[in-house]
């Protein structure tokens, strides 16, 4: 249960400690919470203005850009990621279960120079459920930014490669 | 009785148990799970009649297209120079390659990717490479681009068939036609179907999401994780108790409505235009486009819609909020449509139950609002689906 008192929690930083090494453990970390189901401690990992967003493609070449005129699968301002965590943590969410599992894999990290602080990834998921397995990929990118010594993401977009969706649902990468 | 038919080809009315008058309403599983009743309802319904497929706003400009697939059928909609909206096979007349290989762009001609043959955005045969192999008597007018049989657009909303046929859209439309006016009239001007789409397939029969879109009573129960959001940020929650003025409707030829109301006072629905087009309004506003692709495979197309005057950035959020393959409502009712295509597969207890509200269906509109109606009942039961397969039956029946 997400209590309205939950804060961004994020990863403390050591002093010294290299940002992009941090970043890195980050995002791994971020892939294995949600791979575990522990969707409190994922949502304290975003800053209180974060936003998670999957653009649609307008076409064969072109994504979605402006949200506030084109549709999107999904566009979570950070009351909306807490709604989400809601629903995650509840046992009504009737598509999660029983059993379905899944494995997030990221890989071809690319640090962006400059501020704030990005992250390109590539993404593999793998969701089995049902005796069936359906395969997402694509890119990611990742804004990250310090609070008080914290590492926080502050933004999350994801790109689909395949948007077919064959068991008409897909959980947060 | 059907459960003796062993080696005989099920007969469409053998699949409805239709005893209104012992208040009994069944719908046998083989509606979902037979490979010929499906081959039948191909022809019929998608091959030869009315389908939905696009809205003008898509096509905005001269020269705009979209192309896209009718019960696997390649077609492409193009804005020609002079405005008009016209329909095509997406089939070269050469040798049968995809003349439009994009699914949407502007282009003021289509280029052959085989042997670059060139056709207007109106579908006229402009060039041919390599002339002189042909005869001077050979002509090209001969070989425009095949129109589909029928392209007809109701209020912007552009249908089409596949095959000839005597039946007019305002006559396949028939009383739905005014529910979509009520939708419509709520803006002074048309609406405009925005950029992006979202999109998801299932492993289940088309049919489970016509029935689903105009089901209001699982609602509460499947859709419980929602409301629970709603109910913790103190927004309005749907329950069995706040819908008993609400209401289903069969707008017969297979079309029906739900019709709940806002806080506000206006009516909201969810319209069903069989066979493949839902236009709902709340919790947004959505163009919702079934596809069946196998006995138990479909993809749906959902589309935004907006209104002027209204906070489009707002209610794109809430469209994304329920509605996809990531939203917080559609993926519990894929859960729904996987475990009845389970279910389906037991041959010892085939029939489902649809005679909820039977005792008390009406025949007139309950409001002066309303536009006239075949039957009416609560939102909660099962009005429109008895419509839906009574006419399912019956054009089968004909072959039609």
Partial sequence: ?173 | MLENKISTALQPFDCIDDRAEEELFRVHSAVYTDESLFDQEKRAFFQQGWVYVAHESELENINDYVARKVMGQPIVLSRGEDGVIRGFFNRCRHRGALVCREERGNARSFVCFYHSWSYRSSGELIGVTGADGFSDTFDLSQLSLTPLPGVESYRGFIFVRLSPGEQALAEHLGLAARYLDLILDKSADAIKVLPGSSQYEYQGNWKLQAENALDYYHVPFIHKSFMDIRRARGERVIGLKNLSQALAVDLGNGHGTVITVSAEGVPQQHLYLFPNLIVLEEPAPQIRVIHPLELRRTRVTGYFFARRDEDQASLLRAYEKFYGPTGFGTPDDMEVFHSCMDGYAVTGSPWNDVSRGLHREETTPPHAWMPPLVSVGNITDDTFLRGFYRHWAERLAKGE
């Fill in chain 1, 1 to 173: 249960m997400v209590t309205s008192s939950s804060t961004a929690i994020g990863h403390a930083l050591a002093p010294g400690s290299d940002l992009t090494n941090e970043a890195q453990r980050l995002i791994y970390h971020e892939a294995d919470l949600l791979d575990q189901g522990r969707y409190d401690e994922w949502f304290s990992l975003f800053s209180n203005t974060a936003t998670y967003w999957i653009p649609s493609w307008k076409s064969e070449f072109e994504l979605v850009e402006d949200v506030t005129k084109e549709l999107s699968y999904i566009y979570l301002t950070h009351d909306m990621l807490r709604d989400y965590v809601v629903r995650m943590n509840s046992s009504s969410a009737f598509v999660m279960g029983p059993g379905l599992r899944t494995t997030r894999l990221i890989g071809n990290l690319q640090f962006e120079d400059g501020q704030p602080m990005c992250v390109n990834s590539r993404w593999v998921m793998h969701v089995y459920r049902r005796h069936q397995s359906e395969l997402f990929s694509g890119q990611c990118k990742h804004e990250f930014v310090v609070q008080e010594g914290r590492l926080l993401i502050a933004a999350k977009r994801v790109v689909l490669i395949n948007d077919q969706f064959e068991f008409g649902h897909m959980p947060l990468v």
